[in-house]
């Protein structure tokens, strides 16, 4: 089995947080508080999961965001349907824990879903398919640094 790298994990699962919370001011005070009454402040901080969702177009979906993970050794794991909502999800489990940090603080568990587009009315489909948002195409991932 390939060694894991401890510190890439950290450094993309802060890749992801950080902007949230900056664009989520009560995100960020409830993460501060919880920091503020933590004995080691931040570092006892620990992402229990991290969820993303996604439309299933344009290079994007489960497997766009789940390569970035997979790449740092979390295994694939259930695969969820939910027909009515016309939504597919995978979760995907961390590798071993960091056997040098603190034995209770493992990596996020990732949860990853997308809209099922093809199955969407003509009329919900044309509402995201022209739209932008500041980062890029609705959906796109870019997790590099």
């Known amino acids: 089995m390939a060694s894991v790298d401890h510190d890439a994990?950290?450094?993309t699962v802060?890749?992801?947080v950080e902007p949230y919370l900056a664009r989520n001011p009560p995100a960020r005070a409830a993460v501060d508080a919880l920091a503020s009454?933590?004995?080691n402040g931040a570092a006892d901080v620990h992402?229990?999961?991290l969820a993303f969702r996604s439309f299933d177009r344009d290079g994007c979906g489960v497997d766009a965001v789940a390569r970035v993970f997979l790449d740092l050794g979390y295994v694939p794991r259930d695969e969820l349907r939910f027909p009515k909502k016309k939504l597919l999800a995978r979760w995907y489990a961390p590798p071993d824990p960091d056997p040098g940090?603190?034995?209770c603080a493992t990596h996020p568990?990732?949860?990853i879903?997308?809209?099922l587009a093809d199955r969407?009315?003509?009329a919900a489909r044309g509402a995201f398919s022209s739209r932008r948002s500041p980062y890029g195409r609705v959906g796109v991932v870019n997790a590099d640094p």
């Open 109 to 111: 568990r990732v949860f």
């Open 47 to 49: 992402w229990d999961h």
């Open 120 to 122: 969407l009315s003509p």
């Open 14 to 16: 802060s890749r992801f």
């Open 101 to 103: 940090g603190d034995p």
């Open 9 to 11: 994990i950290r450094a």
């Open 37 to 39: 009454a933590a004995p």
């Open 113 to 115: 879903s997308h809209v």
